[in-house]
């Protein structure tokens, strides 16, 4: 169960413009909701980015022209930032979430074969929840994405950790075939090697991340579990010799053991 609200969505995004503007303030920000993990160059402060959201007289959360979310489920989460994207495209491999899917107006594309199916679009956004422990090629997918993402674009992912891949469906032992190349045992180590090696390999620039508690189903001992989920901002890095903005980011694990 991943749980995310506008107010948050616009902390973590970094509070984009809006699409339209309204003549009434946004509902301030909770102090619960301040909770963006800073230390990150070129990153505003937390006070900065509720100031932002506070004072802001425009309502709607502008995400870009185009919104990829990938393993959309019965896109609930979807909804928080489909609102603010003028075409919305999702994949899920659950037939009946898929039908929910299109009966909200979401474009559905085939979970393995989107970016055929995408053809030529491009996306501003693309975010990829909790999907790349299920999934048997985690970086072949970073690839695609990044292949599929405009200049400059964002990719958001979740991810619980510590890293626990468990691929439902393809495979024999429930194991990916391709390791996402993550190292490390605990939840800050594996923060580091993601926004230091993996997805810097990729092609990506770490922006901001944050924890948040994920509830999962329990079995007979427990009735549920509660695990912590990781959210991670990413911007498509610039090709070399494109822009003159900075690529690099302190150090991860220092900034995860200060706010711990």
């Known amino acids: ?19 339209t ?19 990150f160059v070129g990153v505003p402060s937390r006070e900065e980015n509720t100031e932002a959201a506070e004072g802001s007289d425009e309502r ?7 919104l990829l979310d990938l393993g959309a489920g019965d896109g609930h989460v979807t909804q928080v930032l489909g609102g603010g994207a003028a075409h919305v495209d999702v994949t899920e491999t659950s037939g009946v979430m898929r039908r929910r899917l299109r009966e909200k107006g979401y474009r559905v594309l085939d979970a393995w074969k989107w970016a055929q199916e995408a053809g030529d679009t491009k996306y501003d956004v693309v975010t990829c929840l909790n999907l790349l422990d299920r999934c048997d090629t985690p970086r072949t997918l970073l690839s695609q994405i990044h292949a599929k993402l405009v200049p400059g674009g964002t990719l958001v992912v979740a991810l619980v950790l510590p890293f626990n891949p468990y691929v439902e469906t393809g495979t024999a032992d429930n ?35 944050t924890r948040l508690p994920y509830l999962c189903e329990g079995d007979l001992d427990q009735a ?3 695990l912590s989920d990781v959210v ?29």
Do not use: I
């Open 224 to 226: 549920f579990y509660w």
């Open 1 to 19: 169960m991943f749980v995310w609200s506008e107010a948050q969505a616009r902390l973590l995004l970094g509070a984009p413009p809006a699409l």
């Open 60 to 66: 709607e959360l502008w995400v870009g022209e185009r």
């Open 175 to 209: 194991l990916p075939s391709e390791e996402l190349g993550l190292t490390g045992s605990t939840l800050e180590e594996q923060v580091n090697s993601l926004a230091s090696e993996v997805f810097p390999s990729l092609g990506y620039t770490l922006s901001r991340w």
């Open 232 to 260: 991670l901002v990413f911007r498509k890095a610039a090709a070399q010799g494109e822009g003159d903005e900075d690529e690099y980011f302190h150090d991860a694990l220092d900034t995860v053991k200060a706010e711990l």
């Open 21 to 39: 503007s309204g003549s009434e303030a946004d509902t301030p920000v909770q102090e619960g909701e301040q909770f963006c993990h800073q230390g």
